[in-house]
T-cell receptor
Framework: SQQGEEDPQALSIQEGENATMNCSYK?????LQWYRQNSGRGLVHLIL?????REKHSGRLRVTLDTSKKSSSLLITASRAADTASYFC???????????FGQGTILTVHP | DTEVTQTPKHLVMGMTNKKSLKCEQH?????MYWYKQKAKKPPELMFV???????INESVPSRFSPECPNSSLLNLHLHALQPEDSALYLC??????????????FGPGTRLTVT
């Protein structure tokens, strides 16, 4: 069963706007990761944040982690049409070898 | 080379057929994974191989049979599948399979249709 919940399920914005996606998880984690998936393709790793980190940046991406609330957010700044994709959070817990994926957010960026 | 390759890209098979999906990576990763993904859903873990040994089987039906011939190759043998097994099958790899801070690298997937 999937632990993670993401909201919103779908997000539609205009180019240049910021997009924020939220993720919640249920158990203790070692790290939380964000992946992007273009329609019908494989997933691409975006960023990993460790359980002892609170914020991380990578280019136009900003990820926060609040372990007390068991939640994370992904902010994409100055979005582009090419950012249109599904975004999944994935938590790495204490269970050997497993990433648990959230339900995903479908982001549409209109040119 | 940071690529995971999967063949074939598309596969249509009948319920009595036997087919195989193939996955390959040359990043020196010692953990490899099979996931199943239905439309508009997240990937669901099926199997994990660590150092060429099966370490996790997520209660997958026996009509799916994984094989890891060496550290670079991962196969998924399919036999007597059901229409509900139609999905995107994703292969992934990572440096190790533990709980450490390793990202997973995914292949493009095989789109499987069972008729």
């Amino acid at each position: 069963s999937q632990q993670g919940e993401e909201d919103p399920q779908a997000l539609s914005i205009q180019e240049g706007e910021n997009a924020t996606m939220n993720c919640s998880y249920k158990t203790s984690i070692n790290n939380l990761q964000w992946y992007r998936q273009n329609s019908g393709r494989g997933l691409v790793h975006l960023i990993l944040i460790r359980s002892n980190e609170r914020e991380k940046h990578s280019g136009r991406l900003r990820v926060t982690l609040d372990t007390s609330k068991k939640s994370s957010s992904l902010l994409i700044t100055a979005s582009r049409a090419a950012d249109t994709a599904s975004y999944f959070c994935a938590s790495r817990g204490t269970s050997y070898g497993k990433l648990t994926f959230g339900q995903g957010t479908i982001l549409t960026v209109h040119p | 080379d940071t690529e995971v390759t999967q063949t074939p890209k598309h596969l249509v098979m009948g319920m009595t057929n036997k087919k195989s999906l193939k996955c390959e990576q040359h990043m020196g990763h010692r953990a490899m994974y099979w996931y199943k993904q239905k439309a508009k859903k997240p990937p669901e873990l099926m199997f994990v191989y660590s150092y060429e040994k099966l370490s996790i089987n997520e209660s997958v039906p026996s009509r799916f049979s994984p094989e890891c011939p060496n550290s670079s190759l991962l196969n998924l043998h399919l036999h007597a599948l059901q229409p509900e097994d139609s999905a995107l099958y994703l292969c992934a790899s990572s440096q190790r399979a533990g709980t450490e801070n390793y990202e997973q690298y995914f292949g493009p997937g095989t789109r499987l249709t069972v008729t």
